[in-house]
């Protein structure tokens, strides 16, 4: 079982031909709403990959929160889901004609969010505690310690990239970042931005996402290295969440590190070719077909 600490949104995607730039004002091509946040899209990203999912976070008493959890009701266990007096979090996504994407988070009510929604029985009936960083920061470095104590496997998806400490980071089984969070992270470790060198001076395991390149790693003892499936980009919006989302629920069910990488980078490839956040996160069955 996995529990997912993490925000729920409800993203405004405008569709454009290209980036606004400061000052300018652009017609969209279109637009929509859907469910959204890092958390969210990786919880569902791990249910819909076959793993069983506690849901925790926050959303607010307003018209957005039904939005925000419209897919993880029937997918995940949201009881540990709090109504909080704040708005539900959102936010605004700009998609090019490329494909590329650039996002504004309001964090609204998952700032608010209560890591003791987490009950000590039930951080140690789970495999995996899987976080981010779109949560109230003391929030997130509370549950990576308690998890470690409950000696529950941590990974922490450094994103949106945030200066922890390096003895907190150390607390956590596997770091997961893209090629900006790692450099970010280098820059605050004073190391070099690749998974070998900020595990070795983290002393826990690394996983960078390479965009099209693929995706390395150096944890439990392996270094592994694997490549992004080819693919038409359509939309790259929840393809990173869909990546570490499958690899927890791999990891959760005991494909050994490459196994899991491999099959999140085919995950994450599916989910670039189809236009959308959540509604963009492949079946088990269609990543099981691809990989066959």
């Known amino acids: ?10 993203d405004c995607v405008y569709e454009v031909e290209d980036m606004p730039q400061p000052g ?13 946040g890092k958390g969210a899209n990786q919880a569902l990203a791990a249910a819909r990959d076959g793993a069983e999912v506690v849901m925790v ?12 959890l419209q897919n993880l009701t029937t997918a995940t266990d949201i009881s540990r889901v709090a109504h909080v007096a704040e708005p539900t979090g959102s936010a605004s996504i700009y998609i090019d004609a490329k ?12 700032l608010a969010a209560p890591s003791e929604m987490v009950e000590d029985d039930v951080l140690h009936q789970a495999n995996i505690v899987l976080m981010q960083m779109e949560n109230d920061v003391v929030a997130v470095e509370t549950l990576i310690r308690r998890t470690h104590s409950a000696k529950t496997m941590s990974i922490l998806n450094l994103a949106p990239a945030f200066p922890l400490s390096q003895e907190v980071l150390s ?13 970010a992270l280098a820059g605050w470790l004073d190391c070099g931005s690749s998974a070998e060198a900020l595990a070795a001076r983290l002393n826990t395991g690394v996983l960078r996402t390479l965009g099209g ?10 270094y592994v290295s ?17 990546f570490v989302g499958v690899l927890a629920s791999a990891l959760d069910r005991g494909l050994s590190l490459r196994g899991a990488m491999e099959r999140a980078s085919v995950a994450a490839g599916l989910a670039c070719s189809r236009v959308g956040s959540q509604k963009s996160i492949p079946m088990r069955k269609e990543t099981d077909l691809q990989l066959s």
């Open 57 to 68: 976070g926050a959303v607010g008493q307003d018209g957005l929160a039904e939005i925000g």
């Open 99 to 110: 494909g590329r994407n650039m996002i504004v988070v309001a964090a609204g009510a998952n």
């Open 1 to 10: 079982m996995i529990i997912t600490f993490g925000s729920i949104n409800v």
């Open 213 to 222: 390149e693929g995706a390395e790693a150096s944890a439990f003892g392996d």
């Open 24 to 36: 300018q004002t652009l017609l969209a091509r279109g637009f929509r709403t859907e469910a959204g």
């Open 226 to 242: 694997v490549a992004a499936m080819k693919i038409d980009v359509k939309d790259t919006t929840a393809a990173g969440d869909c």
């Open 171 to 183: 607390l956590c089984d596997l770091i997961v970042v893209n090629e900006d969070e790692a450099e």
